[in-house]
């Protein structure tokens, strides 16, 4: 029971973390907490932790930690890493600190889960088999369509064509980063649904004497399936609060990794003002792909050179339908102008 009172302190720490203090949730979080730290002092004692010791002829020795308890402490963790990834992201604004415990919190998901899927004897079952070609394939899939989504993506933005887009490092930097920011809802759910479905049953025979005892191990799943409903609801919540900050720091790390601060035009090379933060993307000899970055907002252009002074010229990416319409509508009307000047001329 303990177990479960410190993944829902952490839970609940982490939900109330992502509250505006005068919300009206808040006295009540304030409340739970109170409650599950009262209970916490009055049960300190984890179990997992606890090491036993059995009597032998030399003394007594300590027993090793089962598979199952290993499970139990690796999703502990996972939830004090997400915990730790929340708080950094809310009070200390730093996306690089906070990247590193999810990264942890992830990470210690998949070796609890490895512990507790393993912790059996036997052959595997043909549904179990299933099931683990099932999440194979889905696996396989969803990196397949983050990867496509990214191509399409960067086409928007960038205004590139396939060919272009899929011979970029930027893509796959950018699909590596969606999938590992996904992996961990995904996963979550997945590890749950397994968890609660793999029943661990383990068989023990002793001899005492002429007398064979045979035992059966079940193992509960629910320390394992709590928690992670706990950290990817509270993963999920993070996310959905800062989405924008998220995805503009997704977009611009992967920009960074195939981009250059500076351009060649001219005969000579050229960046912009010292206070705008730009990047470059070379296509071809004459042709770039600009983007500024501003606060949470990253704007592309068209860079293409010049023969004459200032030897290059921008013209901003337009993505959206509407954005066209409006510059194909201002186009018409400088058309028409320049012909009426033409005619009074």
């Given at each position: 029971?303990?177990?479960?009172?410190?993944?829902?302190?952490?839970?609940?720490?982490?939900?109330?973390?992502?509250?505006?203090?005068?919300?009206?949730?808040?006295?009540?979080?304030?409340?739970?907490?109170?409650?599950?730290?009262?209970?916490?002092?009055?049960?300190?004692?984890?179990?997992?932790?606890?090491?036993?010791?059995?009597?032998?002829?030399?003394?007594?020795?300590?027993?090793?930690?089962?598979?199952?308890?290993?499970?139990?402490?690796?999703?502990?963790?996972?939830?004090?890493?997400?915990?730790?990834?929340?708080?950094?992201?809310?009070?200390?604004?730093?996306?690089?600190?906070?990247?590193?415990?999810?990264?942890?919190?992830?990470?210690?998901?998949?070796?609890?889960?490895?512990?507790?899927?393993?912790?059996?004897?036997?052959?595997?079952?043909?549904?179990?088999?299933?099931?683990?070609?099932?999440?194979?394939?889905?696996?396989?899939?969803?990196?397949?369509?983050?990867?496509?989504?990214?191509?399409?993506?960067?086409?928007?933005?960038?205004?590139?064509?396939?060919?272009?887009?899929?011979?970029?490092?930027?893509?796959?930097?950018?699909s590596i980063?969606?999938?590992?920011?996904?992996?961990?809802?995904?996963?979550?759910?997945?590890?749950?649904?397994?968890s609660l479905?793999?029943?661990?049953?383990?068989?023990?025979?002793?001899?005492?004497?002429?007398?064979?005892?045979?035992?059966?191990?079940?193992?509960?799943?629910?320390?394992?399936?709590?928690?992670?409903?706990?950290?990817?609801?509270?993963?999920?919540?993070?996310?959905?609060?800062?989405?924008?900050?998220?995805?503009?720091?997704?977009?611009?790390?992967?920009?960074?990794?195939?981009?250059?601060?500076?351009?060649?035009?001219?005969?000579?090379?050229?960046?912009?003002?010292?206070?705008?933060?730009?990047?470059?993307?070379?296509?071809?000899?004459?042709?770039?792909?600009?983007?500024?970055f501003k606060?949470?907002?990253?704007?592309?252009?068209?860079?293409?050179?010049?023969?004459?002074?200032?030897?290059?010229?921008?013209?901003?990416?337009?993505?959206?339908?509407?954005?066209?319409?409006?510059?194909?509508?201002?186009?018409?009307?400088?058309?028409?102008?320049?012909?009426?000047?033409?005619?009074?001329?």
């Amino acid at each position: 029971m303990s177990i479960f009172l410190y993944h829902a302190l952490f839970f609940l720490l982490s939900i109330a973390f992502l509250f505006p203090s005068d919300h009206l949730a808040v006295p009540i979080f304030i409340m739970l907490i109170g409650l599950l730290v009262i209970s916490a002092i009055i049960t300190p004692k984890i179990w997992i932790i606890k090491r036993s010791r059995v009597d032998t002829r030399n003394g007594s020795r300590e027993l090793r930690r089962s598979r199952y308890e290993h499970s139990i402490a690796w999703m502990l963790f996972g939830s004090v890493s997400m915990f730790a990834f929340i708080f950094i992201t809310e009070f200390v604004s730093s996306v690089d600190y906070g990247a590193g415990f999810l990264i942890a919190s992830f990470f210690s998901i998949f070796i609890s889960s490895y512990y507790y899927l393993s912790n059996s004897e036997g052959s595997v079952g043909k549904g179990n088999k299933m099931i683990a070609w099932a999440i194979r394939v889905f696996s396989i899939l969803s990196s397949f369509i983050i990867l496509s989504w990214s191509k399409v993506a960067a086409m928007g933005y960038m205004d590139l064509t396939y060919n272009d887009a899929s011979s970029r490092m930027i893509i796959y930097a950018y699909s590596i980063m969606i999938l590992l920011i996904t992996a961990i809802p995904i996963s979550g759910f997945i590890y749950m649904f397994v968890s609660l479905y793999e029943t661990k049953v383990i068989e023990r025979v002793y001899k005492n004497g002429s007398k064979i005892k045979k035992i059966n191990l079940k193992y509960n799943s629910l320390p394992i399936a709590i928690p992670l409903i706990m950290i990817t609801t509270a993963f999920l919540m993070c996310y959905g609060k800062h989405h924008d900050v998220v995805d503009v720091y997704i977009v611009r790390k992967s920009i960074e990794l195939d981009s250059a601060e500076g351009f060649w035009c001219g005969g000579g090379y050229k960046t912009l003002g010292a206070n705008v933060d730009a990047r470059f993307i070379k296509l071809s000899e004459k042709d770039y792909r600009e983007f500024i970055f501003k606060g949470n907002n990253i704007s592309s252009y068209r860079l293409s050179c010049l023969s004459t002074y200032p030897y290059y010229e921008m013209k901003f990416v337009l993505i959206k339908a509407s954005d066209i319409r409006m510059q194909m509508k201002a186009d018409e009307i400088n058309n028409d102008l320049k012909i009426v000047t033409k005619m009074k001329g």
